[in-house]
């Protein structure tokens, strides 16, 4: 009986378990908690996706980020603030530590709202600017909802995001209509590598103050595709921080309302859907590559022994095969990851600098993971040399594999006999005529005796 309530016990625990990869513990950061109401769909998926949210107000004295040097929670969801910051204990230095640990957030804007000095200080420190006028939205006269601004045109209409480059996979496009009200428009710096764009503002689109008159174009800072409407930044250690331009798009009246854009039909939104894509690639529950098991060897005809499997030592001109099992977290299970075509996945075998630069190609597949291997020469040079695979991809976690290993020049007797290169040929009979040359002489030097002179007799 006990261990039959053992099995349900663990089951139970498996079925509640998040999908998340990296834990299940989320802070949802909210001013007021009459709010909280208008996101009771968002809250119950997560819930049901396993999550365990804590709510606090930014200004609550219980709110801590870290708990005896650690992080007290795995994820940080912050809905924009009604007052002027976050509070002492969400700076933006405590954020960023959050973050350096491995911690993931998603922060909320609303064009409702000014926008306060330490979200501002924040994002800046990642390179995501907001506009100088803390107040703007972003407006567009041809891509918007009918029905709940007619007027103001700040409730943007969108299609789901297109694959961003062909060369890496989308974990947001779908089919569907998107209601985006009052986005706080957002630009991207140029100087870090780190920042995705996931959804733009459309070509019509321009940000500005509805309080004021209407700007001339030269007081337009931002339009079209310059205004983001959702971004992503993707930290060296994988921390995942998202950005969302309209935090009203999480509302229930947007996950289950219908819009209907200018000469269009009355169709339903896709919010809840695509709030569940963004909060999943957020919280690490796709896009998460993970690296089993790294083998290298000599080639072989037949199978290789335990014992010859990731030599420390190679000798120069060596045949040397190299395979690496990678693996893709999606949603609940492991699944092989499929390089996409455009792209590709490399196998560097490098000193100081690569001396092999190889394509991996996928060799075996399994329910759970792919390998993918590449068969190669050792280069004619001795020292410590690399096998290094360095994998980084806007919206997948980075691979970096290093292993090192020595390789050697021929031992004495690993060389070929002179007689067995033809080239040598010449040298050798050179070598050997001086040789027959020098015993010749001396042979005709020893029995060569010299001519004797005649001595006349005297008396």
């Known amino acids: 009986m006990r261990w039959y309530l053992a099995l349900l016990v663990s089951a139970f625990a498996a079925a509640v378990n998040a999908l998340s990869s990296s834990g299940s513990r989320l802070l949802v950061v909210l001013d007021d908690t009459t709010d909280k109401s208008a996101y009771s769909i968002l809250w119950s998926d997560l819930e049901g996706r396993g999550y365990d949210l804590s709510f606090e107000s930014p200004k609550s004295d219980k709110l801590s980020l870290f708990e005896h040097g650690e992080r007290a929670y795995d994820h940080l969801l912050i809905l924009p603030p009604k007052s002027k910051g976050l509070g002492p204990n969400l700076t933006p230095k405590n954020i960023l530590d959050f973050m350096n640990q491995d911690g993931n957030i998603i922060l909320a804007l609303s064009g409702k ?14 390179d995501i600017h907001l506009s ?14 009918t029905i709940s601004a007619a007027e103001k045109h700040d409730v943007l209409l969108l299609e789901r995001p297109a694959p961003l480059r062909p060369d890496v996979k989308a974990f947001f496009d779908g089919e569907g209509v998107l209601a985006l009200p009052h986005v706080a428009p957002q630009t991207l710096g140029s100087n870090s590598q780190l920042i995705s764009p996931i959804l733009r503002a459309p070509a019509t689109a321009y940000a500005y103050n509805p309080k004021e008159e209407m700007p001339s174009p030269d007081d337009i800072e931002a339009t079209g595709s310059q205004l983001n409407v959702v971004s992503a930044v993707q930290a060296l250690n994988s921390a995942r921080f998202v950005v969302l331009g309209s935090v009203e798009a999480l509302e229930d009246q947007w996950f289950s309302g219908s819009v209907k854009a200018p000469n269009g039909k009355k169709v339903p939104t896709v919010n809840r859907e695509f709030a569940k894509q963004l909060t999943g690639w957020a919280f690490k529950e796709t896009g998460i590559l993970k690296v089993g098991k790294i083998e290298h060897h000599l080639a072989t005809d037949g199978e290789v022994a335990a014992e010859d499997m990731n030599p420390k030592i190679y000798r120069v001109k060596n045949e040397t095969v190299f395979n690496i099992e990678i693996s893709e977290y999606s949603y609940d299970k492991w699944v092989p990851f499929e390089v996409p075509a455009e792209d590709e996945l490399q196998l560097e075998f490098t000193m100081l600098s690569p001396f092999h630069r190889l394509a991996l190609k996928p060799t075996v597949r399994t329910e759970t993971s792919a390998v993918y291997s590449t068969q190669f020469t050792t280069p004619d040079q001795h020292g410590i040399f690399s096998f290094r695979v360095d994998y980084k991809r806007p919206f997948l976690t980075n691979i970096e594999e290093k292993h090192e290993v020595t390789v050697r020049h021929f031992a004495h007797d690993e060389y070929p006999r002179s007689w067995a290169i033809t080239g040598g040929w010449v040298w050798i009979a050179g070598l050997w005529s001086v040789i027959g040359g020098f015993l010749a002489f001396v042979v005709v030097w020893l029995y060569s005796a010299p001519v004797a002179d005649k001595v006349k007799k005297t008396q």
Do not use: G, P
């Open 132 to 145: 100088n006028d803390r107040s703007a939205v972003v407006i567009d006269h041809f891509n918007y909802d």
């Open 113 to 126: 709202a000014s926008t306060s000095s330490a979200i501002s200080s924040l994002l800046l420190e990642v």
